[in-house]
């Protein structure tokens, strides 16, 4: 059985940092792309960050490209996202999310991701 938990959320103010993680059991970790999605009330859940394995050309949301770094520690089956400089218009529930390598689909559709950790709140007040 599958099990993506993420950590590291809060509340900060505009300009801080803050550093979620997510461990992940239950599958093989090298074999899955791994994503970090958020949602805001009343808003569509959208992709932010995804990484392949290899730990190459990781992709990023416009919004947060230059303050947002996504990581992965294959040996930890663990998943990083370091969040800098951030806005209130960041403040969202994030979750990580996993898909097989051998998937289809654009990296930030969150319906080619066939897993879904419980998800952790990120408050940034102004």
């Known amino acids: 059985q599958v099990h993506l938990v993420e950590s590291g959320g809060g509340s900060v103010q505009s300009g801080g940092s803050l550093r979620l993680s997510c461990t992940a059991s239950?599958?093989?970790?090298?074999?899955?792309?791994m994503g970090w999605f958020r949602q805001a009330p009343g808003k569509e859940r959208e992709g932010v960050s995804c990484?392949?394995?290899?730990?190459?050309?990781?992709y990023y949301l416009d919004s947060v490209k230059g303050r947002f770094t996504i990581s992965r520690d294959n040996a930890k089956n663990t998943l990083y996202l370091q969040m800098n400089s951030l806005k209130p218009e960041d403040t969202a529930m994030y979750y990580c999310?996993?898909?097989?390598?051998?998937?289809?689909?654009?990296?930030?559709?969150?319906?080619?991701?066939?897993?879904w950790g419980q998800g952790t709140q990120v408050t940034v007040s102004s």
């Open positions: 990484i392949t394995w290899t730990d190459r050309n990781p």
């Open positions: 239950g599958l093989t970790f090298v074999d899955y792309v």
């Open positions: 999310a996993a898909r097989p390598i051998y998937s289809s689909g654009s990296y930030f559709s969150p319906v080619s991701y066939n897993y």
